[in-house]
């Protein structure tokens, strides 16, 4: 008879825990259902079955599980496999995957802030314990788990709790940081005068020397049908503009002329917008040529690269793969690096897809994260699942495609905290346990993507030319370095950058400006004795935000008054050095008086309908001029875009790392990307001080295979991935001196067992964040050795570390992989 449970904890300790339950519950344990058990004193949470088993553990008395939660297991068999690959590939516990994986109305423990919903209205069928919790929430709405056992003496009380999530009645305290709101969309319909046929006819003569309105009508008519029987259909102001190919200025004249008017509608919240119902594209030749040789490809080897360039169409090739998984009964997983891009994907893929699509990621609230992975084990799960790296850990019945779409982008990589894993590597991990393709997208591949190709890991499908043989943009590089001299630049910008700005503006075209730094100034100094402000906790300067008139820590999020009086030297002669996303949007409103400019970083993002704002925004022409970080270069589809500038390329080439070189030159080329997408050639301006860098002339005749064997070539020379492998050891301690100690002992434990292939330990560039000072050590180990033997010796040392006494306090962790 089995009488144990080995389970994972939501907590970051190694290993398993193991614990007993009652005969009768046999049949209703299986693996991957849900148990509440008591860990540590008088604390509860909520652990995964991975193991069932009769094998009594000896040294300590086993605690019996509390409660079931489960019919049916909450983690699929495949899933559970992926967790345990995440946990010894990038050297993290289980529990800590566990954390990262499930949303937290699903793992619930005693120090969960539950609040009552107020909007909740009871039902008959709520039981005493149910209403006695709800009696006890109305006196006091917001309280721990732990405050609940006590108040109602129910000491089992999380199954309840559970129970009341899933009503609705109650929600994570959580959910409210989220500033979750619905988000509005515009439609356009004709005023009452319009509606009928006789009204319109005079019109289409009417509208004759007015062509762009005249074009407008026609298409509202055709999306509406509106001679058609019954009601017109509705129409969304972004379908119609698109559609018409026309601007807001044109459907701004025809709602002053009193033809239509604008409305806003609120849309759901899994259900989302209109059903615009599109049918697939059909593809271009070229195109439909790529899709045989991905199919081709992908019948011969699980991964296939394609590299199209920024705007070739590489998303309808998608689509049309998309549809082919689900005809045959697959589901498709749809990554992207980035939230911001989310929105622009969400609407293509509704309009070909509906309802067949979920999107996931952490702007959702923590109760629309629960529906998707309830519904993703459903009998009707979403076939297509759009979301960032998390969404990885979603349930999956019938796994066929992933997509990684930009896949070169370091956001895919989680930093902090663990498990420290690579979404693009882990999804060919996981598409591998459903026996699943997986398709990498992107116009400028990752140094090691490419590698895999040449070696032929991969296979390789390439996209050369953009759809309908849009040229791609001009770049025109400036000597930012030689007109400062000259004296010519004004602030930041060039003369050059000014007038095509100019010119645009006049024609009512837009324009992008890219920024990678956000805030207004990253520096402050004091101009008489050279006092600059630096974070208490970290160490770095702190930048300065205007509109909140602080400064801010960029690494721990403190923020600090800006000073009147030098604390240093008691001057007042205080200046702002260097310039950010703010500043830029300062300048540009001074200088273009007239123009409507938004700005899109983490500071004007915090939302989900923050983003979704700018970027309708800026789609529907509202905005002429959009300033943003790195943000703005992933991706986003704007139709008239004619400029875009570069205000600074070199912060990014300047920066210590291997891989500064290949950022550099995918970022200017996904950034110059963003010009002129449908129509004409676009322009853009590359203001350098670094006219000779070699990278120049690269960015501007698209030499991306010259780049690549560059790097490949240093990337041997000097012992970097993709031909080592790379562990990053991070030890960190208040203590500066303590430290330095524990950080040579480490590296010289390290050196024992891997020799010349340890380096350091070194200070980082940033050598202290919130009050811990850190020192790194890297390893370099070649890829022909056996990862598992290197990574039980690593787990060794570090567990030898933490055991003894004399490091008491520090943190050590590795870094797979890193980026
Ligand atoms: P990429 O993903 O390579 O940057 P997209 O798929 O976004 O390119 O295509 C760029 C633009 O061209 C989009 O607005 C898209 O709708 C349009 N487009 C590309 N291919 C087609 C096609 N076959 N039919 C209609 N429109 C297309
Ligand atoms: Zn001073
Ligand atoms: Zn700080």
Known sequence: MKQFVDVVLPLPIPGLFTYSFNEADVEHLKIGVRVIVPFGKKKYYTAIVVKLHTNAPVGYTVKPIFSILDDTPILLAEQLKFWNWLSSYYLAALGDVYKAALPSGLKLASETIVELNLDYIGTPDLTDRETKLLDLLSEDPIQSVTKLIKDSGIENILPIVNKLLERGALMLREELKNNYKPRLETRVRLTSTYQTNEAIEPLFDQLGNAPKQLDLLIKYIDLSRFFAQGDPKEVTRFRLLEQANASGSSLKGLVDKGVFEEYEIEIGRLGGGLADIDDLHSLSRVQNQALQEIQAALADKPVCLLQG??????????????????????????LLPEIALTTQITSRLKRVFGDKLGVYHSKFTDAERVEIWKKQLSDEPYQIILGVRSSIFLPFQRLGLIIVDEEHESTYKQYDPAPRYHARDAAIVLAHLYDARVLLGTATPSVETWYNCQTQKYNLVQLTERYKEIKLPEILPVDVYDLKRKKIMKG??????????????????????????????????CNTCGWVPKCTNCDVSLTYHKRLNELTCHYCGYTYQLPTVCPACEGVDLTFKGFGTEKVEAEIKELFPDASVARMDLDTTRTRTSFERIIADFEEGKTNILIGTQMVSKGLDFDHVSVVGILNADTMLNYPDFRAYERSYQLMAQVAGRAGRRGKQGRVVLQTRSMDHPIIPQVINNRYEEMVASQLEERQLFHYPPFYRLIYVYLKHRDEKKLDFMAQHMATALRGAFGARVLGPDKPPVG????????????????????????????????????????????????????
Do not use: C, W
């Not at 400006?513 to 100094?525: K, S």
């Open 768 to 819: 202290r964040i919130q009050l811990l000072y850190i020192r790194k050590i890297v390893l370099k180990i070649e890829r022909n050795i056996s990862m598992p033997q290197v990574k039980e010796v690593l787990l060794k040392i570090k567990n030898n570390m933490i055991r003894d006494k004399n490091f008491k306090s520090l943190i050590v962790y590795y870094d797979v992989d890193p980026m």
């Open 309 to 334: 360039v920024t705007s070739s169409g590489k998303t309808e090739v998608y689509i049309h793969l998309i549809q082919e998984a689900i005809n045959n009964g697959k589901q498709v997983l749809y």
């Open 492 to 525: 930041q910008f060039s003369p050059l950058l000014l007038s095509l700005m100019r010119e645009t503006l006049d024609k009512k075209e837009q324009i992008i400006l890219f920024q990678n730094r956000r805030g207004f100034a990253p520096m402050v100094e």
